[in-house]
């Protein structure tokens, strides 16, 4: 199968989901009636409550991370609502594993900012509710401590989901979470790339720059479509 390619993002301020896959949101962000995903995104993405509107930015953000992992994977069923409740969970406070949405959320805001401030707890919180968040290998890695297999990151169907994703919610940039997830994707994906949260002595600074000037460059180019 060749390779899936994809283009920028979408020409209008809310989000162009053809009708019939619309869905309604709770105040939360999580669908009531999910829009209608092939069978290749086993794991719905998360789409918060303002990302449709551009969020406080004047364009369209998505987090794409690696995958869902935990110990029991082998004999747990994909959940498609799993990404949405992960998220939720840790906007309540009732996630376990919060660092990563914690870190990843503070440097998009350190980088918005034109003073580099430093995003607190309910700030890292509130900034899911303006994006969209997606793993891009549907399936479970069994442990955090072990690497996505070859077959995950080849697997043609990944590649399928994660651009049928970005065309119903046409992100305007994509924020990469991890170098190797980066060199899996489509060519021509609008993206941003770092080195993942959770890696040992990963700090904020380094990477600031980039994202800052990726942050401009999705403004500027959304303000050119209008």
């Known amino acids: 199968m060749p390779p899936a390619t994809l283009t920028g993002g979408g020409t ?8 019939h896959r619309r869905g309604l949101q709770t105040r939360e962000g999580r669908h009531v009636e999910s829009p209608k995903y092939t069978q290749n995104v086993n794991f719905r993405p998360w789409v918060g409550e303002h990302y449709c509107n551009g969020a406080p930015w004047g364009f369209r953000a998505m987090v794409l991370g690696e995958a869902h992992y935990g110990a029991e994977s082998e004999t747990r069923k994909v959940n498609a609502d799993f990404t949405t409740t992960v998220v939720k969970d840790y906007m309540q406070g009732q996630a376990q594993r ?3 949405f914690t870190k990843t959320a503070r440097l998009f805001l350190m980088a ?9 707890l309910a700030e ?8 969209v968040f997606y793993n891009f290998i549907q399936d479970y890695v069994p442990d955090a401590r072990n690497r996505p297999t ?8 990944n590649a399928s989901a994660f651009v049928e994703v970005v065309r119903m919610h046409r992100p305007d940039l994509i924020l990469v979470l991890g170098q190797e997830l980066s060199g899996h994707l489509p060519t021509a994906a609008p993206k941003c790339k770092i080195n993942h949260p959770s890696c040992f002595g990963w700090r904020y600074e380094p990477w600031i720059p980039d994202l800052t000037k990726a942050i401009c460059e999705a403004k500027n180019a959304r303000n050119h479509r209008h």
């Open 12 to 19: 209008r301020t809310h989000c162009r989901v053809p009708r």
């Open 98 to 100: 919060t660092r990563v």
């Open 112 to 120: 918005e900012d034109k003073e580099n401030r430093r995003a607190d």
């Open 124 to 131: 890292c919180r509130n900034f899911w509710q303006d994006v």
């Open 150 to 157: 070859p077959q995950m990151w080849n697997d043609a169907g």
